[in-house]
Protein backbone atom coordinates (compact mmCIF):
# COMPACT_ATOMS: atom_id res chain seq x y z
CA UNK A 1 0.00 0.00 0.00
CA UNK A 2 1.73 2.83 -1.37
CA UNK A 3 -0.49 5.72 0.01
CA UNK A 4 0.35 9.39 -1.49
CA UNK A 5 2.70 9.27 -3.76
CA UNK A 6 4.42 12.65 -4.32
CA UNK A 7 6.61 13.03 -7.89
CA UNK A 8 9.14 14.73 -8.54
CA UNK A 9 11.07 14.71 -5.25
CA UNK A 10 13.37 17.16 -6.37
CA UNK A 11 13.29 20.21 -9.10
CA UNK A 12 15.11 23.38 -9.89
CA UNK A 13 13.42 25.81 -11.95
CA UNK A 14 14.14 28.45 -13.36
CA UNK A 15 12.22 32.23 -12.83
CA UNK A 16 9.13 32.26 -15.80
CA UNK A 17 8.75 28.29 -15.83
CA UNK A 18 6.12 26.52 -15.33
CA UNK A 19 5.45 22.56 -13.84
CA UNK A 20 3.39 20.26 -12.65
CA UNK A 21 3.55 18.40 -9.09
CA UNK A 22 2.00 15.12 -9.38
CA UNK A 23 0.55 13.53 -6.59
CA UNK A 24 -1.53 10.15 -6.60
CA UNK A 25 -3.30 7.99 -3.55
CA UNK A 26 -4.38 4.79 -3.53
CA UNK A 27 -6.75 4.53 -0.76
CA UNK A 28 -9.65 6.08 -2.48
CA UNK A 29 -9.78 9.42 -0.55
CA UNK A 30 -12.15 11.56 -1.44
CA UNK A 31 -10.32 14.25 0.02
CA UNK A 32 -7.10 15.68 -1.01
CA UNK A 33 -4.83 18.38 -0.35
CA UNK A 34 -1.90 20.65 -1.26
CA UNK A 35 0.43 22.69 1.33
CA UNK A 36 3.77 24.38 0.93
CA UNK A 37 5.93 24.53 3.93
CA UNK A 38 8.75 27.31 4.10
CA UNK A 39 11.76 27.09 5.94
CA UNK A 40 11.70 26.99 9.99
CA UNK A 41 7.77 27.46 9.03
CA UNK A 42 4.50 25.45 9.75
CA UNK A 43 2.57 23.85 6.82
CA UNK A 44 0.15 26.61 4.58
CA UNK A 45 -2.65 25.10 3.04
CA UNK A 46 -2.95 25.81 -0.99
CA UNK A 47 -5.33 23.76 -2.83
CA UNK A 48 -7.81 20.89 -1.44
CA UNK A 49 -10.14 18.92 -3.20
CA UNK A 50 -13.26 17.28 -1.91
CA UNK A 51 -13.88 14.97 -4.87
CA UNK A 52 -13.59 14.73 -8.32
CA UNK A 53 -14.21 17.50 -10.57
CA UNK A 54 -14.27 19.87 -7.37
CA UNK A 55 -11.57 22.08 -6.03
CA UNK A 56 -11.35 25.45 -3.39
CA UNK A 57 -8.25 27.93 -1.93
CA UNK A 58 -6.86 27.39 0.61
CA UNK A 59 -4.71 30.26 2.73
CA UNK A 60 -2.16 31.00 -0.24
CA UNK A 61 -2.89 30.00 -4.11
CA UNK A 62 -1.96 32.69 -5.39
CA UNK A 63 0.58 31.63 -8.43
CA UNK A 64 -1.31 27.97 -7.86
CA UNK A 65 -3.57 26.12 -10.01
CA UNK A 66 -4.93 22.52 -9.50
CA UNK A 67 -7.36 20.30 -11.25
CA UNK A 68 -8.76 16.74 -9.90
CA UNK A 69 -10.34 14.66 -12.76
CA UNK A 70 -9.90 11.67 -11.03
CA UNK A 71 -10.36 10.70 -6.95
CA UNK A 72 -6.47 9.36 -7.28
CA UNK A 73 -5.11 12.31 -8.70
CA UNK A 74 -4.49 15.93 -7.47
CA UNK A 75 -1.61 17.61 -9.50
CA UNK A 76 -0.53 21.32 -8.59
CA UNK A 77 0.34 23.37 -11.20
CA UNK A 78 3.20 26.69 -11.71
CA UNK A 79 2.24 28.34 -14.49
CA UNK A 80 5.04 31.20 -14.14
CA UNK A 81 7.35 30.33 -11.29
CA UNK A 82 8.47 33.25 -8.77
CA UNK A 83 11.77 32.59 -6.53
CA UNK A 84 8.73 33.15 -3.57
CA UNK A 85 7.37 29.70 -4.54
CA UNK A 86 10.88 28.36 -3.17
CA UNK A 87 9.61 25.55 -0.69
CA UNK A 88 8.77 22.10 0.13
CA UNK A 89 5.37 21.11 -1.37
CA UNK A 90 3.55 18.08 0.57
CA UNK A 91 0.30 16.88 -0.95
CA UNK A 92 -2.32 14.66 1.50
CA UNK A 93 -5.71 13.04 1.13
CA UNK A 94 -8.04 11.94 3.87
CA UNK A 95 -11.14 9.84 4.09
CA UNK A 96 -13.26 12.24 5.80
CA UNK A 97 -13.45 15.87 6.13
CA UNK A 98 -12.42 17.05 10.46
CA UNK A 99 -12.78 13.37 11.74
CA UNK A 100 -10.31 11.51 10.14
CA UNK A 101 -6.06 11.84 9.50
CA UNK A 102 -4.95 13.29 6.86
CA UNK A 103 -1.93 11.22 5.48
CA UNK A 104 0.80 12.89 3.96
CA UNK A 105 3.57 12.35 1.32
CA UNK A 106 7.25 13.00 1.26
CA UNK A 107 6.95 15.74 -0.45
CA UNK A 108 8.75 17.62 -3.37
CA UNK A 109 11.67 19.70 -3.10
CA UNK A 110 11.01 23.08 -5.21
CA UNK A 111 13.90 25.89 -6.29
CA UNK A 112 13.37 28.41 -8.38
CA UNK A 113 16.52 30.56 -9.23
CA UNK B 1 -5.03 31.99 13.09
CA UNK B 2 -3.92 28.95 14.70
CA UNK B 3 -6.00 27.98 17.43
CA UNK B 4 -3.50 26.57 19.37
CA UNK B 5 -0.81 27.24 21.44
CA UNK B 6 2.33 25.39 22.13
CA UNK B 7 5.45 26.02 23.85
CA UNK B 8 8.68 26.89 21.05
CA UNK B 9 10.78 23.99 22.50
CA UNK B 10 11.26 21.21 24.91
CA UNK B 11 14.01 18.32 26.29
CA UNK B 12 12.94 15.11 27.28
CA UNK B 13 15.82 12.28 28.86
CA UNK B 14 15.68 9.52 26.41
CA UNK B 15 13.49 6.97 28.17
CA UNK B 16 11.37 8.72 29.76
CA UNK B 17 7.96 10.17 29.16
CA UNK B 18 7.67 13.40 27.01
CA UNK B 19 4.53 15.30 27.85
CA UNK B 20 3.77 17.62 25.38
CA UNK B 21 0.97 20.56 26.17
CA UNK B 22 -1.04 22.26 24.11
CA UNK B 23 -3.68 25.20 24.54
CA UNK B 24 -6.96 25.32 22.95
CA UNK B 25 -9.29 27.84 24.86
CA UNK B 26 -11.50 28.34 21.91
CA UNK B 27 -12.07 24.80 20.76
CA UNK B 28 -15.49 25.01 18.54
CA UNK B 29 -17.52 21.36 19.97
CA UNK B 30 -16.97 19.87 16.45
CA UNK B 31 -13.09 20.46 16.22
CA UNK B 32 -11.13 17.12 16.83
CA UNK B 33 -7.63 17.45 18.50
CA UNK B 34 -5.24 16.13 16.13
CA UNK B 35 -1.71 15.73 16.61
CA UNK B 36 0.97 14.91 13.80
CA UNK B 37 4.90 15.21 14.29
CA UNK B 38 7.69 16.03 11.79
CA UNK B 39 10.89 14.60 11.31
CA UNK B 40 13.44 17.06 9.71
CA UNK B 41 11.91 17.88 6.20
CA UNK B 42 10.00 14.58 5.68
CA UNK B 43 5.79 14.85 4.97
CA UNK B 44 4.18 15.22 8.50
CA UNK B 45 3.18 12.04 10.68
CA UNK B 46 -0.36 11.44 11.92
CA UNK B 47 0.03 10.46 15.90
CA UNK B 48 -3.65 10.68 17.19
CA UNK B 49 -6.31 12.23 17.53
CA UNK B 50 -9.70 12.72 19.74
CA UNK B 51 -12.89 14.74 20.09
CA UNK B 52 -13.95 14.67 24.01
CA UNK B 53 -12.32 10.86 25.36
CA UNK B 54 -8.75 10.34 25.98
CA UNK B 55 -7.60 8.68 23.21
CA UNK B 56 -4.09 5.74 23.05
CA UNK B 57 -2.60 3.86 20.65
CA UNK B 58 0.61 2.49 20.06
CA UNK B 59 2.46 5.36 19.02
CA UNK B 60 1.00 7.74 21.82
CA UNK B 61 -1.91 8.75 24.32
CA UNK B 62 -3.67 12.00 24.27
CA UNK B 63 -5.21 13.59 27.59
CA UNK B 64 -8.03 16.77 26.56
CA UNK B 65 -9.41 17.64 29.57
CA UNK B 66 -13.08 17.71 30.90
CA UNK B 67 -13.82 21.24 29.04
CA UNK B 68 -11.81 20.49 26.15
CA UNK B 69 -9.66 23.77 26.50
CA UNK B 70 -6.17 22.27 26.72
CA UNK B 71 -4.34 19.42 25.66
CA UNK B 72 -0.96 17.20 26.60
CA UNK B 73 0.19 14.31 23.75
CA UNK B 74 2.29 12.03 25.88
CA UNK B 75 5.36 9.41 24.25
CA UNK B 76 5.62 7.00 27.21
CA UNK B 77 9.15 6.21 26.72
CA UNK B 78 10.80 8.98 24.62
CA UNK B 79 13.58 7.74 22.12
CA UNK B 80 15.67 9.71 20.18
CA UNK B 81 13.68 8.89 16.84
CA UNK B 82 11.25 10.54 18.40
CA UNK B 83 13.06 13.90 18.51
CA UNK B 84 10.67 16.31 16.39
CA UNK B 85 8.53 18.68 15.43
CA UNK B 86 5.42 17.78 17.42
CA UNK B 87 1.89 20.04 16.27
CA UNK B 88 -1.26 20.30 18.00
CA UNK B 89 -4.62 20.78 15.31
CA UNK B 90 -7.96 21.25 15.40
CA UNK B 91 -9.98 20.24 12.68
CA UNK B 92 -13.45 20.43 12.35
CA UNK B 93 -16.42 20.55 9.89
CA UNK B 94 -16.29 24.87 9.52
CA UNK B 95 -12.44 25.06 9.27
CA UNK B 96 -9.47 24.00 7.36
CA UNK B 97 -6.45 22.17 8.53
CA UNK B 98 -4.13 24.78 9.91
CA UNK B 99 -0.32 24.23 11.00
CA UNK B 100 1.11 26.76 13.81
CA UNK B 101 4.79 26.44 14.75
CA UNK B 102 4.75 23.60 17.03
CA UNK B 103 7.29 22.40 19.96
CA UNK B 104 10.22 21.10 18.94
CA UNK B 105 10.66 18.14 21.20
CA UNK B 106 14.36 17.18 21.49
CA UNK B 107 15.24 13.76 23.24
CA UNK B 108 18.46 13.82 24.98
CA UNK B 109 20.82 10.37 25.75
Known sequence: NAGVTQTPKFRILKIGQSMTLQCTQDMNHNYMYWYRQDPGMGLKLIYYSVGAGITDKGEVPNGYNVSRSTTEDFPLRLELAAPSQTSVYFCASSLGWGNQPQHFGDGTRLSIL | ?109
Open chain 2, 1 to 109: DAKTTQPPSMDCAEGRAANLPCNHSTISGNEYVYWYRQIHSQGPQYIIHGLKNNETNEMASLIITEDRKSSTLILPHATLRDTAVYYCILWGTGNQFYFGTGTSLTVIP
